[in-house]
């Protein structure tokens, strides 16, 4: 099916204006997945879990699985792409499960079954060309990136090598504005996250949701599309209650995922803004601080 072809009407706000493929209910959900003892547990992974050199210590491994041994839901809710998020979740040993994938544009089932390990369960896409074109106006000698789901990206020219996961082919700027796109990425050294966030409010990108990394990097996703969004359409899919939802993350691109849990933590070396949007802040990455909370919801 064609991501970008007429599809049902979303179920959160914004997403009206772009297009949704929405299979759940091709995605035969278990009965067992109903139990509504069960706590839904969304981790953000650079900086959660993952450490800023790429390792997942064995500490957080073992807690990851000891809360999904105690039958809860671990959702692993990332901006990473789906193909740069299976080997994390393989590393945790996560075979079958959901994650958000993408800054909530993608959601996946894991299911070892099937040839690359997942299913798309709900695919958002939004037209990039507007928001793209402005951009480049502004930032003529930036890389330019779209998500083409699960193959890589189409990209302006290569971006450093590791900075994106699949296959990069390079496309003239047109072709890049040309397909519906459920992620775009803008890398310019010469800007620092301040920058990017000035810039976006500047040119008034209303037509996007936006997230800026810790380095220069700014992402692109269809219009009130988040994190938050994505798991909110997953929670009421697998019937469990708001009180029962827990966040954890230290990113801005997690904001809006920590405000939507229940009980949402902030890791210690996130910035302000985001552990504002918390219930509690825990230890920092270098200080394994998700393992603490996952402890906490093991009975």
Not at 19 to 43: G, K, Y
Not at 52 to 59: A, K, L
Not at 83 to 93: E, K, T
Not at 138 to 164: I, Q, T
Request: aromatic fraction near 6%.
């Amino acid at each position: 099916m064609n991501p970008s072809s007429h599809l049902p009407e979303p179920e959160f706000e914004g997403a009206h204006e772009s297009a949704v493929r929405d299979v759940f209910d091709l995605l035969a959900i278990d009965p067992s997945e109903h139990d509504d003892t069960w706590r839904m547990v969304a981790l953000d992974v650079d900086g959660t879990l993952l450490t800023y050199g790429g390792m997942i210590t064995p500490m957080v491994r073992e807690a990851v699985e000891n809360v999904r041994m105690a039958r809860h839901h671990v959702v692993l809710a990332t901006g990473r792409s789906v193909l740069a998020m299976m080997p994390v979740a393989q590393h945790l040993g996560i075979r079958r499960g959901w994650a958000v994938c993408s800054n909530g544009a993608v959601t996946v089932r894991l299911d070892p079954m099937v040839p690359d390990g997942y299913k798309l369960a709900q695919v958002v896409t939004f037209d990039p060309a507007p928001a793209l074109r402005m951009l480049r106006k502004e930032l003529p000698d930036a890389l330019y990136g779209v998500e083409d789901l699960g193959r890589g990206f189409r990209v302006s020219d290569y971006f450093p090598e590791g900075e994106l996961h699949g296959i990069e082919t390079v496309v003239s700027f047109e072709e890049l504005c040309a397909t519906p796109a459920t992620r775009v990425v803008i890398r310019s050294p010469e800007h620092t996250p301040d920058d990017f966030h000035e810039l976006v409010m500047r040119l008034g990108l209303h037509e996007v949701t936006y997230a800026v990394g810790w380095t220069a990097w700014l992402d692109l996703t269809p219009p009130g599309v988040s994190k938050a969004s994505a798991l909110e359409v997953l929670r009421q899919r697998l019937s469990v209650g708001r009180d029962k939802t827990v966040a954890i993350g230290d990113g801005r691109n997690d904001i809006e995922m920590l405000a939507w849990a229940a009980r949402g933590v902030a890791m210690g070396h996130a910035d302000d803004s985001v552990k504002d949007a918390a219930d509690e802040v825990t230890g920092s990455i270098d200080e394994d601080g998700a393992v603490p909370v996952l402890q906490s919801l093991i009975d």
